[in-house]
């Protein structure tokens, strides 16, 4: 069995695309916000290739996410996300 771990991240442009909903504002409004941000997110995940069969592998990661306006607009709210993956892989 071979174990990898490795870390994640990466940043990047946001586009929110307009929706209709229900909220404080009205029904079929949108709360005022910003249709452009920013996103970063990073973690950590460990990989093991082959654990009962050569064409299996498990992973586990950990993954902080920040998504918000970037700066560009007030109020600058932003959205941080942890998340946890757990998954299993099968190669051909």
């Given at each position: 069995?071979?174990?990898?771990?490795?870390?994640?991240?990466g940043t990047g442009?946001l586009?929110?695309?307009p929706?209709?909903?229900?909220?404080d504002?009205g029904?079929?409004?949108?709360?005022?916000?910003?249709?452009f941000?920013?996103?970063?997110?990073n973690?950590?995940?460990?990989?093991d290739?082959?654990?009962?069969?050569?064409?299996?592998?498990?992973?586990?990661?950990?993954?902080y996410?920040h998504n918000?306006?970037?700066g560009?607009?007030?109020?600058?709210?932003g959205?941080?996300?942890?998340?946890?993956?757990?998954?299993?892989?099968?190669?051909?």
């Open positions: 069995m071979k174990k990898i771990t490795y870390l994640l991240g442009w586009l929110a695309l929706v209709a909903f229900r909220s504002h029904a079929g409004t949108r709360p005022p916000r910003q249709e941000g920013m996103g970063f997110g973690g950590l995940a460990t990989y290739i082959g654990g009962k069969t050569p064409h299996t592998a498990c992973n586990l990661q950990y993954r996410r918000s306006g970037g560009l607009s007030t109020p600058n709210q959205i941080n996300d942890n998340i946890v993956y757990a998954g299993v892989s099968w190669f051909f």
